[in-house]
Nanobody, 122 residues
Framework: VQLQASGGGLVQAGDSLRLSCQAS????????MGWFRQGPGKEREFVGA????????AYADSVKGRFTISRDNAKITVYLQMNSLKPEDTAVYYC????????????????WGQGTLVTVSS
């Protein structure tokens, strides 16, 4: 499985941005998809994840209510809609994939994309 994240950019605080992650491979519909981020000088942290059906999602407390994960299995793409962005959301965002259940640990994800940079100015 290969993952390609896109959609990052420079925005102002309060703006919205949507990230996309396109996967290759035939098993996308069975994969749990997650988003992680790593800010400058920070460790990688969990942002959110979605089950293969889209019926189960999980979010970090820091983004809950502002970020929404969705997926389109026909397009083999997962999205991260980010609203009300804050400067502290500045980070490289990575999409990742695993089998099994929705999880928050990065070590549980087998496949990783290359990351897309989101910069939020104040």
């Amino acid at each position: 499985v290969q993952l390609q994240a896109s959609g990052g950019g420079l925005v102002q605080a309060g703006d919205s941005l949507r990230l996309s992650c396109q996967a290759s491979g035939r098993t996308f519909s069975s994969l749990i998809m997650g988003w992680f981020r790593q800010g400058p000088g920070k460790e990688r942290e969990f942002v959110g994840a979605i089950s293969w059906s889209g019926g189960n999602t999980a979010y970090a407390d820091s983004v809950k209510g502002r970020f929404t994960i969705s997926r389109d299995n026909a397009k083999i793409t997962v999205y991260l809609q980010m609203n009300s962005l804050k400067p502290e959301d500045t980070a490289v965002y990575y999409c990742a994939a695993r089998y099994g259940v929705v999880g928050r640990g990065g070590e549980e994800y087998y496949y990783w994309g290359q990351g897309t940079l989101v910069t939020v100015s104040s």
